[in-house]
Nanobody
Framework: QVQLVESGGGLVQAGGSLRLSCVAS????????MGWFRQAPGKEREFVGI???????YVPDSVKGRFTVSRDNAKNTVYLQMNSLKPEDTAVYYC???????????????????WGQGTQVTVSS
């Protein structure tokens, strides 16, 4: 069992930055791919990045150049650095964990076994 706790959300003006953190319980953190998703009201949950390892990360084109994912295995923590924030980035942000050996698209929420409770990010114009 893995428990995930996000933090770092809040209210920020457009153009600002936030760094979200997600701390995982357990001693096998390094064997999990750690993803970030977001969900705005009335919309589906959207993939915004993943860290497979400290050196292997990926963010989709929709946030590339603004969002980066990193992790610190010693701290069981994955980060989502968000720069140049826009009002349309407003959403609840979730981290999620999937075993690295698991197959299936990292865009698909069904391929993640554990989820955090989410943290609200609000970007004002």
């Amino acid at each position: 069992q893995v428990q995930l706790v996000e933090s770092g959300g809040g209210l920020v003006q457009a153009g600002g930055s936030l760094r979200l953190s997600c701390v995982a319980s357990g001693r096998t953190f390094s064997s999990y791919g750690m993803g970030w998703f977001r969900q705005a009201p009335g919309k589906e949950r959207e993939f915004v990045g993943i860290s497979w390892s400290r050196a292997s990360t990926y963010v989709p084109d929709s946030v590339k150049g603004r969002f980066t994912v990193s992790r610190d295995n010693a701290k069981n923590t994955v980060y989502l650095q968000m720069n140049s924030l826009k009002p349309e980035d407003t959403a609840v942000y979730y981290c999620a964990a999937r075993r690295s050996v698991r197959s299936g698209s990292h865009y698909d929420i069904a391929n993640y076994e554990y989820w955090g409770q989410g943290t609200q990010v609000t970007v004002s114009s």
